[in-house]
């Protein structure tokens, strides 16, 4: 089973859709709060090179962040990468 992350922000429209996406994929996963200024958001930028939420990480692999995996999604590429969880 793969281990699932999202690092989001509260408020955040982006975050909504991609915690959506991977909802909608029956998939577990694990969402971290990681607003501005936090430790979780320093560890999620320091894991992927990116200052934006969510990031999406599998098997502690970066896939990106909501329209990187909307694109997956829309490739077909997503559910194989998810590895069903």
């Not at 979780?40 to 990187?68: A, I, K, Y």
Request: aromatic share 4%; charged share 25%; glycine share 12%.
């Amino acid at each position: 089973m793969s281990e699932i992350e999202i690092f989001t922000q509260p408020g955040c429209p982006y975050c909504v859709h991609a915690v959506d996406l991977l909802r909608s994929k029956g998939v577990a996963f694990k969402e971290i709060n990681a607003p501005h200024g936090t430790r979780e958001r320093e560890e999620s930028m320091s894991r992927s090179g990116r200052r934006t939420v969510p990031q999406v990480f599998v098997n502690g692999q970066s896939l990106g962040g909501c329209d990187d995996i909307m694109a997956l999604d829309r490739a077909g590429r997503l559910d194989s990468l998810l590895g069903g969880a």
